[in-house]
């Protein structure tokens, strides 16, 4: 070969070998919607640490257990949380069944989009009818049929994808990599726990078991010597702030060593997961800036997850604050 075609073809075997560079590296990078910025090697280097046998920092896999909110951690609560969204949409359905609900002024409410009356007053009555409505008085077979319907169907509107689709990837790739390093893996949300059991294993990769949430009494009967839970409305327990803590204590048994939240309702289970931890934790909140591909909120959220003692709490407690603008390099699964 002279020398003028080797020339030629040098170009070309450097472009080649970085191509090549570039594919193992990209293929050996666990989390590529991240930016290489410092919150996503925060999680690296704590993961590296905790799964690497004798080191210092080295976690039994057995106690290597991780807890994420959802809404607003693991898929967006704005312009609202998306079980509001299955309320709104059972409501128009019951109404168009049964028009004299429509004289209920909760239910007139709810149609009209007046979250101002809905929620009025300390306890929201208004919105615990409505949920009364769609959640209790049917059985659990009935409301996850109802759930898995509108689930199968319904999209998010800032997308116009289903709701699945509009998970955060990068929030998938963390629960993969903590997957892959022998880490158990539980949402723990103040949504209702039936609603999320619905869709958390095919979006998430969560058994429902492992899912935490918002709950109310059951009554077991036998319907036609068939076993069957009714749903009610009496008890309800809000499974947010310090009772997120006392639900991973209580049902899980065990203490997180990784906490992932968003919002001022996630900062009990950020104490509990890093404050006198006998092994090596981590506390990671997602904050909201990016009002170009989501919503940019913290303290004034669009309707909730408000975030204020939680991100001034941070520094102290050296939890990772994610910029969702600058460290995220994509936002949603579905794009």
């Not at 149609?111 to 809905?118: H, R, T, V, W």
């Not at 629960?175 to 609603?195: H, N, Y």
Request: aromatic share 10%.
């Amino acid at each position: 070969m002279n020398a003028g075609k080797k020339r030629l073809l040098m170009p070309l075997r450097l472009f080649l070998c970085s191509l090549m560079l570039m594919s193992v590296a990209q293929a050996e990078d666990p989390l590529p919607s991240w930016a290489d910025t410092s919150p996503k090697q925060a999680i690296l280097d704590f993961v590296a640490k905790v799964s690497v046998p004798n080191g210092k920092d080295f976690v039994p896999e057995q106690d290597r257990l991780a807890v994420f909110d959802n809404d607003g951690t693991l898929w967006p609560e704005c312009p609202m949380p998306f079980q509001i969204a299955f309320v709104i949409d059972e409501v128009k359905r019951l109404a168009a069944e049964q028009p004299e609900l429509a004289k209920d002024p909760m239910v007139k409410a709810t149609l009209e989009g007046d979250f101002k009356a809905l929620f009025a007053g300390e306890k929201h009555d208004g919105f615990m009818k409505i949920m009364a409505l769609t959640h209790s008085g049917m059985s659990s077979d009935e409301f996850s049929r109802r759930v898995k319907s509108w689930f199968s169907k319904a999209e998010y509107p800032p997308l116009g994808t289903s709701y699945g689709e509009a998970t955060y990837q990068p929030m998938q790739e963390v629960i993969s990599l903590l997957r892959s390093k022998g880490f158990q893996v539980a949402i723990v949300s103040g949504g209702g726990v039936d609603f999320m059991r619905q869709f958390s294993e095919d979006v998430y990769g969560v058994s429902p078991e492992w899912v935490l949430g918002s709950s109310a009494d059951v009554v077991f009967k036998l319907q036609d010597d068939v076993p069957t839970f009714v749903k009610q409305a009496s008890n309800l327990y809000i499974n947010d702030k310090v009772g997120k803590s006392v639900r991973i204590y209580q049902q899980l048994g065990r203490r997180p060593i990784a906490c992932f939240g968003n919002s001022d309702g996630d900062q009990s289970m950020l104490e509990y997961t890093t404050i006198d931890n006998p092994y090596k934790s981590l506390g990671v909140i997602i904050h909201h800036t990016d009002g170009q591909r989501e919503c940019e909120y913290d303290s004034k959220p669009p309707f909730s997850g408000k975030l204020i003692t939680a991100l001034e709490e941070a520094p102290k407690r050296r939890w990772v604050v994610v910029d969702m603008k600058q460290d995220w390099e994509a936002v949603f699964s579905g794009q």
